[in-house]
């Protein structure tokens, strides 16, 4: 029996920049993004769900930092496999970096206290900076394994998993308890089941605030953040001088012949 | 003291990483304007020798981590290392290639010495910084000298921001393989190598994961230096559709790439990615093959030279900033782009 928390973040999708998120002036406006599940976290709520397939009788608790509406994606995952979530939402968590975030995150795991293994997405989309992870794990004396494409074996003592490196993969061996990052690679996470939705449309969930996880006022929210960001600049899209041209073998052999002559390819 | 520092990257055989020279020719710049020194940490395994290869980028010491337990590389032993040579050296800056490597560590180190780390900078300079401080219930002005200002594009590429962390040392950045140029400064450069007993760093404890197997091949392609590229996007349809692709790619002598799309969707190696998240590129031509041009891709590609889009989507997001937009598909303007390269290239 293991038990088994998974990380998730609600993201604005920030994949499929469609033209009705986009302001005249050419720049984005990111309040028009749909809110969604991050991706990433999908991939290590399916491996958790693997786990407790192997392991009758295992638990997974879903946690979550965010708006009130972040609970959204705990309903998500209990709809997949999950069987219970906490949500932590207080105005002072507001402005968090990576690394207040992650303090938070792991204040409230400490809070949890009972796990043998943390699984989160490599990274979200949002930001795209794979740090929460490896600090969380950090914060809680724990070793990682990061870029995880399959958990191969898991005991109560250890688990073996198959990760991506540069220019190819390994597999590692690790003891328990442990955090484990998984990757966009890994298996996608199954969809809904209908008899899970039925019994999960009404559940309530745990709600924290900073106080019910022991929190340092100095490391939470904005205090608690190294980083400040001096300026943000949106980046305008502007068309070029573009030539358009047809498929016709005309119009082809014309492109062709230009760019051989300039020297620009051959 | 306060140095500026590169973790240096170190694969098989010992190579040293593209990237981290890379970071030794940006890091000498940074030194040079706040007038300190350029240091690296070398941790691994067998590393003889390795200062000599770190001295001509303007590097003053190498601090080296030797043990054979520090390769191939885990994440406790490396973060103890450079976590308590920081404690004494205390470093102001700290640079890490945006690798698997380095984002597996610069966080740990980042959050074990409680500073701020920015992601995949695509941009670092010096500059004076001003923030309003609380001190009791007010808030008063303040002024920070030569700061590192940590530029990098965020949500998915639409905005760039410029991330500052003025209270905290050192200031830790990522960069990804690619985005700075590297420079050899002066092949006789002088510099210093510091030998440190690993065991008075690194706990044994710190030796819990076991690497049982490891795959690593040569990159197979070049994509960082092709001059030509075709590239793929979710238009493309298939693995198999990606063919045609390798196919004029093969006839032109171009490197295939993909968008993130694409790999997604597993037709194409996740390390033939191109754009904020995957290689950064810069080729005279690049081909754009049903790519629809979100703004991360567009992040990797946008300084190519010439800028051919192939989409049967006039309004495409990438025609925006193609120079030639070929409206129709790609089984059909394929074949004949090839087709004419093979009757018409001397």
New interface residues.
């Given amino acids: 029996m293991l038990k088994i928390i998974v990380l998730a973040k609600q993201v604005p999708d920030t994949r499929n920049v469609g033209p009705e998120a986009m302001t005249p002036e050419g720049t984005v406006n990111r309040a028009a993004l749909p809110a969604v599940f991050n991706p990433e976290d999908l991939n290590a709520l399916e491996q958790a769900i693997r786990l407790k397939e192997q392991h009758p009788g295992s638990t997974i608790t879903m946690l979550t930092m965010g708006l009130p509406k972040a609970a959204e994606v705990l309903r998500e995952g209990l709809y997949r496999g999950a069987d219970n979530g906490i949500l932590l939402t207080d105005r002072a968590l507001g402005g968090a970096d990576t690394l207040a975030t992650s303090y938070t995150l792991a204040q409230a795991i400490k809070k949890v206290g009972d796990y043998d293994i943390i699984l989160c997405g490599r990274q979200a989309i949002d930001g795209d900076t794979a740090q929460v992870g490896p600090q969380v794990a950090e914060k809680l004396g724990l070793t990682q394994i990061t870029y995880t494409e399959e958990i191969l074996e898991c005991t109560k003592e250890k688990i073996v998993a198959r990760r991506h490196i540069d220019g190819g993969v390994e597999t590692v061996e690790a003891p328990l308890p442990i955090v484990v990052t998984v990757n966009g690679s890994a298996a996608p996470c199954r969809s809904r089941n209908v008899k899970r939705i039925m019994a999960n449309k009404k559940v309530e969930f745990t709600t924290w605030g900073a106080a019910d996880i022991d929190a340092d006022p100095t490391q939470i929210g904005k205090a608690g953040s190294p980083t400040n960001v001096k300026a943000v600049k949106s980046i305008v899209f502007k068309a070029k001088e573009t030539k358009t041209l047809t498929s016709s073998d005309e119009d082809i052999n014309n492109l062709m012949k230009e760019l051989i002559e300039s020297n620009t390819i051959g | 003291m306060n140095s500026v520092f590169v973790y240096i990257e170190i ?1 098989e055989q010992n190579k040293i ?1 593209d990237v981290s020279l890379e970071l030794c020719t940006k890091g000498r710049k940074l030194a040079n304007e706040l007038g300190v020194k350029l240091e690296c940490v070398c941790v691994g395994s067998g590393l003889n020798g390795i200062e000599k290869e770190l001295y001509p980028y303007g590097v003053d010491r190498v601090h080296v981590f030797d043990d054979a337990r520090l390769f ?1 590389y ?3 032993p490396h ?1 103890d290392a450079v976590v308590n040579l920081f404690k004494e050296e205390k470093p102001q800056i700290c640079l890490l290639g945006a ?3 380095g ?6 180190v ?3 010495l ?7 900078c695509t941009q670092l300079e010096i500059d004076d ?1 001003d ?1 309003k401080v609380k001190e009791g219930d007010d808030f008063v002005d303040k002024h920070y000298e030569k700061q590192l ?1 940590q530029i990098r ?16 040392r050192p200031q830790m950045a990522t960069v990804r393989d690619g985005v700075m140029k590297r420079e050899i400064l002066d092949e006789n450069y002088k510099g210093e190598v510091v030998k440190h007993e690993v065991g008075k760093y690194v706990p044994e404890t710190d030796y ?12 197979k392609h070049n994509l960082k230096g092709a001059s ?1 590229i075709v590239a793929g996007g979710y238009g493309v349809g298939s693995k198999e559709g990606f063919d045609l692709l390798f196919k004029l790619a093969k006839e ?1 002598h171009a490197e295939v790439g993909a968008s ?1 799309a694409a790999v ?1 969707a597993g037709w194409i190696d ?2 033939r990615q191109i754009g ?2 995957g290689v950064t590129v810069r080729p ?2 690049y081909i754009a093959c049903g790519i629809s041009g ?3 891709h ?1 992040a990797g590609m946008k300084e190519s ?2 800028i ?1 889009s192939i989409n049967n989507d ?1 309004n495409a ?1 990438i ?11 790609l089984e ?2 394929l074949p ?2 090839i087709k ?2 093979k009757q ?3």
């Fill in positions: 694969g990483a191939p885990t994440s406790l973060q690798t698997v490597i984002r597996d560590l610069g966080p740990r980042s959050s074990a409680h500073s701020g780390l920015t992601a995949d910084f923030m200002m594009p965020a949500f998915g590429g639409s905005i760039i921001a410029t991330i500052v962390n003025p209270e905290h819990i994961v076991k690497v049982l197997d490891r795959h690593v091949e040569a990159a030509i032109i993130r997604d996740h390390d904020q998240t005279k031509v979100a703004i991360q567009i030279g010439i051919i006039p997001p025609n925006q900033i193609a120079d030639y937009n070929i409206n129709g598909n059909d303007v004949k782009l004419y390269y018409n290239n001397k």
